[in-house]
């Protein structure tokens, strides 16, 4: 058994009804006849297959007595696969407006912590017999040090599923009330690390409760006036404890045409796409940009580090902070603009590849997009506006049970008064985006959505002497269609 670390027990602290601390994923799966179907039983057994791989993902939270240390991992002894993996269905034909509408209403809601902390919910009845996985993880869960994401395992480059031996897991005994004491006082005494986080953790604890007490007062004082909250702005404010999620369709060749024409990388180009979208959705809200010259933006990136082990998926990530400049006019000075800002990164010598990221086993931005949520809510004191998590992704599909995978969104997680975070994976020819906000503080969420599309062509009009091609082939989002290249080379 292990003690929750310091960091992933941080996450565990901080998380609130307004702020639940966990990452999720959309998948889509086309439509299949026999053993090129999606359905519920078929995906239970492939999770039943491969969970052994990520033990955490079978292990609950068990607090000592006293609060005396951190509260430990210990095997659910009534460890119910049918709990975490649930079945849902759209009315049918499901459209991607009321998926969306689904997937909000599930990520506003904090996970059961008397339980292994991740959910995955398939559901059924999309247009065209598709099926979608949705997944949530906690951010304490994933590190991608000592545990991956259990979807980096699930997805398979062929078809047909892998061979696994049989998972004989047997739960062991959750320890007494004395024998966590016991090992409580034994650690405190002999480790003083955990010495000193015991300490801190009753520390925070204190804080948290002076906190919520401030802000009930402030509550019942906003009501007694009938005044609410004050805002700051557009991107800054008190969150509710609901969500909207709104997800985006492009092309990668798109961002390759505008790489090509104006230099820089794909992701400069996915960059300077959100500025784009931001600018022009501020622009059409009733305070315009409220002065905004820049949106200072936090971004995740990966970094060379030649002592982690192997484990770590042979690179850490790091924040690095980019200044989107959305007071300026033209598209393609924004793209040089943040392109400029990522070249002291690129001198480093220590930044990777993006196709070394996307030829990484696995379906590995799972992975990435919850080390990158977690970077963005440790620099929360640096005091940025927006966090974007952009991975690129293998460029050849991917199967579940047989069924290939057409499309993966990533929903990130909101932090204390950031109402939207932006998520962005590239996979088999496509770029998807996955945009999360505060349903109350950002009400019309899905223009930004349409914003980024437009940003987008753009670009690719002042980079082609003909205008691009319409989109065309596999419905997206908006229910707009998109092309689907069988890009094979990496970026």
Known sequence: MDRVRPRDLAFLEVESPETPRHNATIEIFEAGAGEGSLDYARFVELIRDRIAFVPRYRQRLQAVPGHLASPLWVDDENFDLAFHVRRSALPRPGTPEQLRELVSRIVSRPLDRTRPLWEIYVVEGLEGGRVAVLSTTHQALVDGVHTVDLGQLLLDLQPEPRDLEPDDWRPRRVPSPASLLAGAVRDNLLDRATLAETVSTGSRALTRLADRRTARARTIAAAATGRRPSSKGPLGGPLSQQRRVV???????????????????????????????????????????????????????????????????????????????????????????????????????????????????????????????????????????????????????????????????????????????????????????????????????????????????????LSSSTRPRAPRGRRGAKGSSRATPRARRPR
């Open 247 to 461: 997800t985006v369709d492009t092309r990668l060749q798109d961002y390759r045409t505008v790489r090509e024409a104006h230099g820089g990388t794909i992701n400069d180009v996915v960059l300077a796409t959100i500025t784009g979208a931001l600018r022009a959705w501020l622009m059409t809200r009733t305070e315009s940009m409220g002065g905004l010259r820049q949106v200072r933006a936090v971004v995740p990136v990966s970094v060379i580090d030649e002592e982690l082990e192997a484990t770590s998926l042979g690179s850490q990530i790091a924040a690095h902070f980019v200044d989107l400049p959305i007071s300026e006019p033209s598209p393609i000075v924004r793209l040089h603009q943040v392109s400029y800002s990522f070249q002291a990164h690129k001198d480093t010598g220590r930044s990777v590849a993006a196709n070394r990221l996307a030829g990484i086993a696995g379906f590995a931005p799972t992975t990435f997009h919850a080390i990158g949520s977690r970077v963005a809510a440790d620099e929360m004191r640096r005091g940025y506006q927006l966090s974007v998590t952009n991975v690129p992704g293998p460029q050849a599909p991917l199967y579940a049970a047989g069924a290939r995978m057409v499309a993966s969104y990533p929903v990130p997680p909101l932090t204390t008064a950031h109402p939207i975070a932006i998520g962005v994976t590239s996979y088999d020819g496509g770029v998807y985006y996955g945009i999360t906000a505060d349903r109350d503080q950002v009400p019309d969420v899905e223009l930004l959505g349409v914003c980024v599309r437009e940003a987008l062509d753009e670009l690719l009009e």
